[in-house]
């Protein structure tokens, strides 16, 4: 198929190992690109498009980043140390309510999603009554460049016991999940019971202890050990913010690593499938061949 | 400079600590004092309850209980409140895991020391078992709980043990070891986490350690207290929070540790649903970590209007106290040195200062470190923590407890005293009665002994006047009979005389004739003369007789019983005159006859005549006379007889009536020999003073124990706020 494409393919050089999703996702929109353009006519040239499309289409898209935690954990700091500024209200009393989905948009904008999934402006006047009520989320859009390629979530306070979070509608569910806990008071059977029932895999959970201010400095490692005793297992890794006076953030580093992490996973498996698939379609055409080790090397 | 001497700080919480339930305290010291008081008064029936008493209020005692989550900091909180801050071991991590209790028991002489109790064999096995409202309080609010798990870790714990203890482990279980000194190092060796190292200092034996008990010896005003320190909840080794809530059932009061950063997330409430479900509602709660909170002035308020609105929810209706504070401050107000205490006040600090009401200017500003401390301990709320405790002890367990002792015991002064008044009541109106008995029973008495003299001699005077009586008519009868003798004789020798000379003379006249002697001459005089003396005694008799009845007619009524009257006297049968019958024979002397012939042919002399008709008519009349005296006489006699009897019964009534008044007032005499003896007034005027005095000092116990009822009262209504 490929080898009808005149002109033949371009290569498309990645290290195997150390993956660049960016780059991955562009060459492969590329290549789908070529393939619709040229090839879109043959059904197999369609079949391959299509297959691109739907791979692209999740590796694309930004990564949603669900910060859950007990309630006055310190999420909506969290939120707004990855974001860069203070804009989310953290308050002494527990705030949060809603839902709050943070994404980049070009322009500012505030929406609320009802729970039949539709939209509404916030503006001044606030938003009508009627679309309020259970499964009703914020969708803010700032644009910011930290939020590209990123989605942040701002959970209320989970109340162990209660029915396992409702995600806001309408979207798929969090990539990544960290774990809030208060750093004086860290990881109490509570929070242990409330993040077993979430079933996440711990290569893509982070465990975040927070308001570390509190503690004197010496306890900070006490503090460390036995979160990695107790929970080592359970996440990718534990951070303790804010930052020692004079130290770096460790946040901002371990978040960016986990996505990478996970980007870098779903390419390869992205590569996989698209090997698998021009296996299928073996046949005479070296052009195919050429392309698939492209892809493998991608 | 004039240097005020300011409390030293070690001393401010002491004292507001030391003083925590002294109201309790006051009340039940002066309770204690009013048993003793009241034994040394008591009737022995009353005794016993006095004797149960006593030892329900020598006991007395508080049990706070602290509790909270995990490193909510309830071992600072409560070595701040006792005023030494680094009593007990704690840690970043969680440290303690065994319930240590702080007994404050008021000795005296004080004296400390720690007892350290191990696991039995099965209690670690009962722990994982669990049972009763508490597990099912447990498996239904604490999320998270499993008991696989917990047996799993108790196990676990139990290896770790015996691989630390190695043999000595089997001979440890079930013991318990004491000092005579507490020690941090001592005590974190044996209620401390430690570490998980085989290390020998810290935790060593805290696995098998089941509860440490501290005898702290400082002197206090308040109520004795035991302040239990609980490992905390929500631990994500399930043994250390078991236990905790093991030790929640036994608590009279709880102080509830929250914090300000996380106050009331879903493990607090479930902490205070498991309470509300064991029915505990004396709550005080404690905010503790103000320190850590970005503006104090701002979010204090905020906060614990959230935690009042959530714990409304919860509890409704109740007024739970919260104080705001943090035991870290407090722990540097105590301990702290003077650069740690100045640098505690950031602005934002300074600002809740302010805001609380105290002087910045005076004291923080002025560079015034003493000052400095005390407004640091005011900021940490352990003294308003204190008052609130203080006033919760109040209508707990405690307070109920000395109400309803004072109760008891006041209602006992109340009823002593009471029957005492009675007594003395009755014991004045004897003492009145026995002396106005006294008097008339003097008077009485006196009376009573004339009269028993008057009646005894009355009776011997009517003894006598009987015997006189008696005498006196058998004298009427014998005069009589004399009288008679003499006078009839005389009478008769009359007529005989006079016979005789008409006699002499028919003889002379030699009239051969019969010649009759006629005697009713004789008859007549005879009868006259009988009948005057006859009648003239028995006129005598008669008069003696009536003298006699009368007076003992009237005496009679007096002493005879009334029932009986025996006869009257003057209803005496009649006796009938002597009859004359014999004299009415006429004697005939035939002159003619042949006897008379013989003796008259004989031609007798004159003389012999005479003598023969005086032989013969004295022959004749003596007899009759005789008679006549013997009938008089016997009628005389059988009167007088009679007479006598009736006077004799008489006089036996009045005598025996006599002698039955005479035994009634004997027995009279020696019915109250008592009533009436000075002695007895004397007796009963000394238990009157007895009583007085006794009744004084029940009134005085009653008025004691009625202010310290109404105290409790007081104490009971007294709500804490917070």
New interface residues.
Partial sequence: MIAAIPGGVEQVSVMPDGIDPAHFVSRLAQIRRVVADRLGATPAGASTARLLARLEAPLSRPLRVAVLG????GKTTIINRLLGRDLLVAD???NTRLAALVRYARVPSLLLRDAAGDLHPVGSGGVEVRHLGRGCSIELGLPLSRLEGLELIDMP?L???ADPPAWPQHGPSPDIAIWCT?A???????E???WRALHRPSRTSLLVAT?SD???TT?RS??LG?LQ??AGSLFQSIVMTPPENGGEDVLVPALDATVSALRAVRCRKAAGIIRRHSERLEGPGHATRELVPAANKA | MIETPQPSPARIEAVAFADMGAPLEETRQALIACCRDILAEVEPRDRDIVNRALPVLQNLTCKIAVIGQVKAGKSSFISSLVGRPDLLPSDANPWTTVVTNLHFENRDPPAESVLFTFFSGDEWRRIAEGGGPLRELTERLVPGFDAGVLTAQLEAMRRRAEQRLGRNFKTMLGQSHSFSKVDREVLARYVSAGSDSLDVSSGWLSDITKSADLYIGSPRKGLPITIVDTPGTNDPLLVRDEITRLNVSSGDLFVVMLTAQQPLSSADIALLRLLRGLHKDRLVVFLNRVDGLADPADNVDRVIAHIEERLQGEFPGARLPIVAGSARWASLAIAGSDTEVAAVFAPSIRDYARKLGLDVTATIDAGDLPATRVVLMTLSGIPDVVAAIGRTMQHGSAGYALHQQAQMLFHLAQSSERAQLGQIRALRRALDETRSNAETRKGQLQAWRQELEQLDAASRQLQENLTFYEQSLAAIVARCGNDLRLLLGECLGRFVDQQLEDLHLRFQQRRKQTWRSDPSALRKDLQQEFLRVYGYWEGMLQQVDSQIMTELKRLMPRFAAPAESSSDPSDGPLLPAPGFDGLGRTQVFDLSTPWWRSWWSAQPTAAELASKLERLLRGEFDPLILDLIAAATATLEERSRQAARQARLCTLDIVDGIRRRSAELMGGLQADPGAASPETVRRLAAELQIAEKTVLRWGDLRTRLSTLLAQCHIMLDEKGTG
């Fill in positions: 007990d309630t006055n954990s002494v009393i527990q306070g109340v162990p016991g208060m004086t008071q860290a990881w109490r059977a509570t242990i019971a409330t308001r509190l503690l004197p306890d006490k503090v036995r005793s107790e």
